[in-house]
C-alpha cells in the first residue's frame, strides 16, 4: 500500500521559513514523480511543486517560484520543500503526493494523478 506522510508544519511569523518533510514506503520511491499540493481554506487544492524521479527537472508555480525548494532523497525515501519568505497567502494544508505512474512530473504535473499524505497545516502570520 503507498504510504505518505507530512511533518514539519507549523505556524511561522512573515518573512519567516520551514521546511517539510514527507516520508514515503509502499512503493519505489526512486521510481516516481513527487509533488508538494496545498489547500487553503475556502479554496480548491493545487499542485504547487512537482520533482522528477532522479532530481532531474524541479517544477513550480508562479507564486512560490524563487521562495520554495523542492528536493528529494531517494536513499531516505523522503521529500522535502524547503520554504522561505513565508507570507500569510501561503496558509494552508500542504500535502504531499507521490505519482501513480509517471517517473517525471511532464507538462502534466499538476493534474497527474497522485496518492496523497493527510496533510501538514502550515499557517503564516502577518
Known amino acids: 500500500e503507498v504510504q505518505v506522510a507530512e511533518s514539519g508544519g507549523g505556524l511561522v511569523q512573515a518573512g519567516g521559513s520551514l521546511t517539510l518533510s514527507c516520508t514515503a514506503s509502499?512503493?519505489?520511491?526512486?521510481?516516481?514523480?513527487m509533488a508538494w499540493f496545498r489547500q487553503a481554506p475556502g479554496n480548491g487544492r493545487e499542485a504547487i511543486s512537482c520533482i522528477d524521479w532522479r532530481n532531474s527537472g524541479k517544477y513550480y508555480i508562479g507564486s512560490v517560484q524563487g521562495r520554495f525548494t523542492i528536493s528529494r532523497d531517494n536513499a531516505k525515501n523522503t521529500l522535502y520543500l524547503q520554504m522561505n519568505n513565508l507570507q500569510p497567502e501561503d496558509t494552508a494544508i500542504y500535502y504531499c503526493?507521490?505519482?501513480?505512474?509517471?517517473?517525471?512530473?511532464?507538462?502534466?504535473?499538476?493534474?497527474?494523478?497522485?496518492?496523497y499524505g493527510r496533510g501538514t497545516q502550515v499557517t503564516v502570520s502577518s
Open positions: 509502499g512503493f519505489t520511491f526512486d521510481d516516481y514523480a
Open positions: 503526493a507521490a505519482s501513480s505512474g509517471e517517473a517525471y512530473c511532464l507538462d502534466s504535473w499538476r493534474t497527474n494523478t497522485y496518492y
